[in-house]
Every structure is written in structure tokens, then in C-alpha cells.
């Protein structure tokens, strides 16, 4: 930082009282020092950005920051307030504030700024010198990273400085070593119920084994709590493990960035965090969704992260998985609510009328219609929530607006669930063209809130009324049509497809499509859609169950740690959890995924012969007592789970026959025992 500030830049008794008033004051000192040239356009620049997310951090600091096009050189001015000034952090006032201010278009300029401050924040002696500092020179010196002169009445002390300074760059190189290596992580996956787990603990796992301090922040479907800012802010890279668009993604700008899928984070941690290693030693900077942008699209998805640059049909799928979601709890409730309502008042409840005007506390049927009826209001919301989510993992924030209406315009004109796929689609694809188009910086600050949201929507809602509606609505009856037709053969076909989908990478890429395919139905279920639902979670429940079972009856082809992990196998795949099977996948795949995949394939054919159905969209056994043929569909499920049983245990006493014979055989010879095997 050694050309960034300057004494002249430093306000000891800054008396401002509100960050816009304190950002003018100290860019008031930038302009004398000849480091900004428009005063009013740099300050419309720096709240622009202040609009977006808050640049206050815990411990009484602000850093507000922005690139300017009226900023002619990095420059980084520093204030200190007796009174506080909120820059929204959450505990409270800021004492320290630092002004960040780079030319436009000078990202790597800014971003080390940001980084390299955000790391020394981090030292308590450095911030409680900066506040007992009295002379500028000495505390611009101390931001410069620079060793502060010495008052003359300390020639004593100087005496000693050379042997002090050797005995100090020899304990620095030692301190050095002995800090961690940070790592800020981020993991989800499309329903937010395992794999964002399972990848955590993975990667927190790793960590401690590698002495690298990991900080995970899961964004699962209980939600997500945030990571501090001042960690995300001291890390020395970043890794997400996702399926789905990780939320405001421009928190990890400027960092090291290994992007991968979420699986990975789960089956090789430990190579992801020597990646993140090797990337922070060569100084690569991911240019991640910039917060400034001239949009002001806040932490919209723009321009940067590995999966922003993957293969289309790898950030198609991930954003159609983001839409479902978020849409999986409203299916589960509102699934659960109407078949609890028809199992208690029968399937003429849903004809039953409004329970505003009509509901007896002491009647059955009162309680089964209003369960009835709300479940149907939780139903009504799938396709809207669907579009807008499918924008939002495409644009961010200011895709939500657009998104909600093209879903809902989806269900006015009868095209359902397909309808709401392309309403999404078509809703990010609009907002991340108007973000591309350069703005005034006086409009930056309500372009996400009022004029992206206002142009998208309506382009959105003219081209599903006018274009697009009526077409698809076709086709989604025609797809309707055909679920409701399938029987004998084809239904059975149909069931083998799903069940080998959803058994063969367990909570991968096809997993989530059968599943995606089968959720889809229930926004508008049929018959046909209900099959379809049940034949995808019978077949998700068989891997996890299998393997269980055959921990259970062949201990001795397993490992310890596989038959601990078979006992936990036998609660996740009674509910719904197909990823419970992923440590016996990951250590033996060549005999686990084939044989799971058979027995996926028979409970598939097996529910769609019976016939069985099911509104939920998740809970396995747990909502039996709520499925259509209830005995048949658990009959299906224990015929595959006893297939993959058996062929797993075939499949893997045989790997260990040959050598054990090979051992039999020349017990002194080693070479044959390792060739056998």
C-alpha cells in the first residue's frame, strides 16, 4: 500500500455523523490530493455501491469502495470517529473507516486493496494502533505497512534495533508459518437436504486433516446464515461445492476460487483444498459477479465464476435446479396437506366448499377441507416460485420480479409446469441482457430495484401472453395426456428409466432430472404424474437400503467404517435419502452402482405395474399410510432392495475369492497375491 495513502489522506477527528456525509469528507481530501477528479460523480459512484450490501464489518470498521471512472489512480483515504458512523454491520457503529477508490476497470488494483486491508483488520494490534495512533504521518505509515519512526527521546531502544530486527524476521517467519491457511467454503445442492451436508463435513473434515482452517457456509433448505465478512474477508481462498447458483456470490470477490459441483466436495476434499492452495500461491483472482457492475444488479451472476463459464447445458441444469429448489418445500406441504385431507375425508373434500364461509369445529370433514384447501393454496404457488428462482439463479435479485410473473402468467394461460421452465429461462435471460446495457451512474442505484424489475416483467408477460403461452400450454397437455395413457408395457418402461436414473449416480446430475421430472407432475398432478412420483422415490429409497442390508448379512465383505455406515443406511433410505449410499459408491463403484442400479430398475417397473401413487414429494416410509397401494409399493421396494442385495454381495464375493485362493495357493509369494487382486 505504499503509494495508496498519505498523511494528507488521514482525518484523525472525523466529524461527520452519517456514512454519506464521512465518504464526502474523505473523498473531499482524494480530490486535493489530485487522486479524484469529479467529486459528486465519485461520491454517486461510492453509494451506488453502498446501495448494494452494506460495507460495514464487526469490530467497528467501514470500508466503503467502489471503481470510478473519475478516480485517476488507486487511492485509499482513512478516518477515525469519535462518535460512530453506521455502516450497517452488526454490531454496531464504525469507528475506522476506510474510503477505497480505484479507476475504472482497474479490478485487480481494487481487489487487493480490498483483500490486503481486509487481512491486517483482522490483527487486533493493528486496529487498536490505528486507534491510539496521534500523528497522521505515523498512522498513514502504519497503513502503509511501514515500521513507525522513533521518538528521539528513545535513542536507548534504538540501539538494540538491529538485534531486535533479527530476532523479529527470524519469530515472523516462524509466526508466519504457524497461521493457518484460511479457506471460506459454500455448499449446496438442488433440494438442500444431504448433499450440502454430507459436502461440508467433508471439506471441514479435510481441513482439519490437512491443518487448513475451513469455514463452511451451507445454503441447504433450512436456509443459510451468512459468514462473517471479517472471515470471508481474511480467507486466503474460497471454495463452493454446488448444484444450485451459490447466493450473493459477490461476497467472495477477489479471491481464490475453486468452483466445482457439490458431489466433489464430498468425494475428494482434500484435493480440492490443495487446489485452493496451489491457486492462492500463484495468485489467480477469480473475477466473480461484480457488486459495482454498471447495472447495479447487487450480487447478480454476470461475469465470473467457474460455472459461469462451464458448458451450457451444465449451467442450464444448474439453473432449472435452482427453481426446484426452492419449489420441493412447497410441493411437500401442500402434497402432505391434501393427502392427509383426502385420507381423512376422502377424495370428494376437494369439491367441498370454501371453509371461510362454512367450517364446523367439531366435523371431520370441516378439518379435512381446510387441510384440504391450504395445501392447495401452497400448491398454487409452485410454478410462480419455480420461474422466479430459475431467473434468480441466472440473474440474482433483480430477476425475482420478472420471474414470479411469467409463472404466474404460466398458470393464467394453462401451461403449468413446462410453462414456468421457460418463463424462468426466459425472465434471466432478459434481466442479464439489460444488466449488459451501460448506465448513467445517477441510475445505477435503482436499476435493481425499479427499472430492470418494471422492463423485464414487461417483456416477460408480453412474450408468455402473446408468443409463447398458448404453445407450451399445448404441450403440456399433450405430455398430460400421455402420463395419463401410460399402461402395461410402456408404464413399466417407463419405471425401469427413472429407477436406473435415480440409482446410478445417487443425487448426481440424472439423479436430480428424474427427480426434477417427477416434482414437475405434481404442480398440476394427474394420475399419470402421481405414478411417476411414487416409481422415483421407491426406486431413490433402494441404493441406501440395499447396501444396509448387505452390511447386515455379509459383515465380513465390508470395513468397519462401511458397516457403521451401513447402520445410518437403514434411516436414510427409509427416508427418501439416496445419497446415504455414496461412501459404499465412492469405495467399490465398479460393483455398488450396477447393482444398485438393477435394483432401482425392478422397484421402478415394480410401483408402476401396481399402479401406486404419491403426492409427497419426499419422506419414504414415513408417509406410506399417504400412498395409493401402500402394501405394493412397499413390496416393490423390498424386491429391489433385495436384488441389489444380492448382487452387490455376488459382485463383491467374488473380487475377494481370487485372492484369497491366490493366497492359498503361494502364501510366499507376494506377487501372486497382488496380481490376483
Avoid at 443459510?224 to 447466493?247: M, S, Y
Avoid at 444398485?596 to 415394480?606: F, S
Avoid at 455376488?650 to 497375491?673: I, Q, Y
Amino acid at each position: 500500500m505504499s503509494e495508496l495513502i498519505t498523511a494528507e489522506l488521514v482525518d484523525l477527528d472525523l466529524s461527520a455523523t452519517t456514512k454519506d456525509a464521512a465518504a464526502r469528507s474523505l473523498a473531499e481530501r482524494m480530490v486535493a490530493a489530485h487522486r479524484v477528479t469529479d467529486l459528486d460523480g465519485f461520491l454517486a459512484d461510492v453509494a451506488a455501491r453502498e446501495a448494494q450490501m452494506p460495507t460495514g464489518l464487526d469490530g467497528g470498521i467501514g470500508i466503503p469502495h467502489c471503481r470510478s471512472e473519475h478516480v485517476n489512480a488507486p487511492t485509499l483515504a482513512f478516518g477515525r470517529s469519535g462518535a460512530g458512523i453506521d455502516f450497517g454491520a452488526a454490531d454496531g457503529p464504525a469507528d475506522l473507516i476506510f474510503l477505497i477508490a480505484a479507476p475504472a476497470g482497474a479490478d485487480d488494483d481494487h481487489l487487493t486493496i480490498l483483500s490486503g486491508l481486509a487481512r491486517r483488520l483482522m490483527d487486533p494490534e493493528f486496529t487498536a494502533a490505528l486507534r491510539a495512533g496521534t500523528d497522521p504521518r505515523t498512522v498513514a505509515a502504519l497503513i502503509r505497512g511501514e515500521e513507525p519512526s522513533e521518538e528521539p527521546e528513545q535513542e536507548r531502544v534504538e540501539a538494540g534495533n538491529q538485534e531486535k530486527e533479527q530476532t523479529e524476521a527470524a519469530g515472523g517467519t516462524e509466526a508466519a508459518e504457524s497461521v493457518p491457511f484460511r479457506i471460506v467454503a459454500v455448499t449446496s445442492c438442488p433440494t438442500g437436504i444431504a448433499h450440502t451436508y454430507m459436502a461440508a463435513e467433508s471439506l471441514a473434515a479435510a481441513g482439519r486433516a490437512e491443518g487448513v482452517e475451513v469455514t463452511v457456509e451451507t445454503q441447504g433448505s433450512a436456509g443459510f446464515k451468512k459468514l462473517d465478512p471479517a472471515v470471508v474477508a481474511a480467507a486466503d481462498a474460497v471454495i463452493w461445492a454446488h448444484d444450485v447458483e451459490v447466493r450473493e456470490k459477490a461476497r467472495f470477490r477477489g479471491k481464490p476460487l475453486v468452483d466445482v459441483g457439490v458431489k466433489a466436495g464430498i468425494n475428494r476434499p482434500a484435493e480440492l483444498i490443495a487446489e485452493a492452495r496451489r491457486k492462492a500461491e500463484r495468485g489467480e483472482i477469480a473475477t466473480a459477479p461484480d457488486t459495482d457492475s454498471a447495472s447495479g444488479s447487487g450480487d447478480g451472476d454476470s461475469n465470473g465464476s467457474g460455472a459461469d463459464h462451464a458448458h451450457f447445458g451444465v449451467r442450464l441444469r444448474t439453473y432449472l435446479m435452482s427453481g426446484v429448489s426452492y419449489m420441493v418445500p412447497f410441493v411437500a406441504a401442500g402434497g402432505l396437506l391434501i393427502a392427509l385431507s383426502f385420507a381423512i375425508g376422502g377424495y370428494e373434500i376437494a369439491s367441498a366448499k370454501s371453509v371461510a364461509d362454512h367450517f364446523v369445529w367439531g366435523e371431520a370433514d370441516s378439518w379435512a377441507a381446510l387441510l384440504n384447501q391450504i395445501g392447495s393454496a401452497a400448491f398454487g404457488f409452485l410454478v410462480p416460485v419455480l420461474a422466479g428462482y430459475i431467473a434468480y439463479g441466472m440473474a440474482d435479485r433483480p430477476a425475482l420480479v420478472p420471474g414470479f410473473v411469467g409463472g404466474a402468467i404460466a398458470l393464467t394461460v394453462n401451461a403449468g409446469f413446462l410453462g414456468g421452465l421457460v418463463a424462468g429461462l426466459l425472465a434471466g435471460a432478459v434481466v442479464m441482457a439489460v444488466q449488459r446495457v451501460p448506465v448513467h451512474a445517477t441510475l445505477r442505484g435503482i436499476m435493481p430495484v425499479l427499472v430492470i424489475p418494471l422492463i423485464a416483467s414487461a417483456t416477460v408477460g408480453f412474450l408468455m401472453f402473446i408468443v409463447v403461452g398458448k404453445p407450451i400450454a399445448s404441450l403440456q397437455n399433450a405430455l398430460t395426456d400421455w402420463l395419463n395413457g401410460l399402461s402395461g408395457s410402456n408404464a413399466v418402461i417407463l419405471g425401469v428409466v427413472l429407477g436406473l436414473m435415480m440409482c446410478f449416480d445417487m443425487g448426481g446430475p440424472l439423479n436430480k432430472v428424474a427427480y426434477a421430472f417427477a416434482v414437475g407432475g405434481l404442480a398440476d398432478p394427474t394420475p399419470g404424474s402421481l405414478k411417476v412420483m411414487a416409481a422415483v422415490m421407491a426406486a431413490g429409497m433402494v441404493p441406501p437400503l440395499a447396501m444396509a442390508l448387505a452390511t447386515t448379512v455379509r459383515r465380513r465383505l465390508f470395513t468397519k467404517t462401511e458397516r457403521e455406515n451401513g447402520r445410518a443406511a437403514w434411516v436414510l433410505g427409509a427416508s427418501f435419502i439416496t445419497e446415504g449410499a455414496i461412501p459404499f459408491a465412492a469405495a467399490d463403484p465398479l460393483r455398488v452402482i450396477p447393482s444398485v442400479m438393477a435394483g432401482g430398475a425392478v422397484t421402478g417397473a415394480l410401483s408402476m405395474a401396481f399402479g401406486a401413487t404419491l403426492r409427497a414429494p419426499h419422506g419414504g416410509v414415513f408417509v406410506v399410510p399417504l400412498i395409493g397401494e401402500p402394501l405394493l409399493y412397499l413390496l416393490a421396494i423390498a424386491a429391489g432392495t433385495l436384488v441389489a442385495t444380492a448382487l452387490v454381495v455376488l459382485l463383491k464375493g467374488a473380487r475377494r475369492t481370487a485372492p484369497e485362493a491366490a493366497g492359498d495357493a503361494g502364501a510366499d509369494d507376494p506377487s501372486r497375491v497382488t496380481a490376483a487382486a
